[in-house]
């Protein structure tokens, strides 16, 4: 199963944008990188998800390098309520289901 | 719509008591997760059903860990005579098919054993 190296701590100003990386250098052909966050005390949110080509939605941005081997989440205008773990997730397969192995994430601090 | 519900939200056992932990997932969602969650750590994957299959358990810790959907919506996690290290938050999560679908997750049952 791939893994993923992401920093464990950032901070970043509110209005600016927060670019989060992540590694995952031996990360398969068919394995998708998801993102998700979680908010204390909540329960983990899906962001954002794609195979090798850049995605957009109204959350955030993906960024994932030609060779695959690592991505950037893209914030574009932080605000205090996205202060949370952002998780990079190699989606791992099990018996027909899949399974996500959130390792410990990035603690994303957005301050006024 | 209505998300992923899960009851109790916190829950304090004496150790050598059962504890069970209810997940209610999005009405429609073939696919359920439940996850453990230590203090500063992430979520680590315990059991999955789809439907009322349970395909996978590799994750439980232990045989004092037990899961059921019977019914193929409502599931339960049951844990036997709690120990202090089962102490955790335990989150549930649904999905609306088993490949490639987003998953929605509930708020967690906080569960404390003393």
């Known amino acids: 199963d791939a893994k993923t190296t992401q920093p464990p701590s950032m901070d970043c100003a509110e209005g600016r944008a927060a670019n989060l990386p992540c590694n995952h250098s031996t990360i398969s052909g068919n394995e998708y990188v998801y993102w998700y966050r979680q908010i204390h005390s909540q329960g983990p949110q899906y962001i954002i998800h794609g195979l090798k080509n850049n995605e957009t939605n109204e959350m955030a941005s993906l960024i994932i390098t030609e060779d695959r081997k690592s991505s950037t989440l893209i914030l574009p205008h932080a605000t205090l309520r996205d202060t949370a773990v952002y998780y990079c997730?190699?989606?791992?397969?099990?018996?027909?289901?899949?399974?996500?192995?959130f390792g410990k994430g990035t603690s994303l601090l957005v301050t006024p | 719509g209505a998300g992923v519900s899960q009851s109790p939200r916190y829950k304090v056992a004496k150790r050598g008591q059962d504890v069970a932990l209810r997940c209610d997932p999005i009405s429609g969602h073939v696919s359920l997760f439940w996850y453990q969650q230590a203090l500063g750590q992430g979520p680590e994957f315990l059991t999955y059903?789809?439907?009322?299959?349970?395909?996978?358990k590799s994750g439980l810790p232990s045989d004092r860990f037990f899961a059921e959907r019977p019914e193929g919506s409502v599931s339960t996690l049951k844990i036997q005579r709690t120990q202090q290290e089962d102490s955790a938050v335990y989150l549930c999560a649904s999905s609306l098919a088993s490949a490639g679908a987003e998953q929605y997750f509930g708020p967690g049952t906080r569960l404390t054993v003393t």
């Open positions: 059903f789809q439907n009322e299959a349970q395909l996978d």
């Open positions: 997730i190699v989606r791992v397969a099990t018996n027909s289901g899949y399974a996500l192995n």
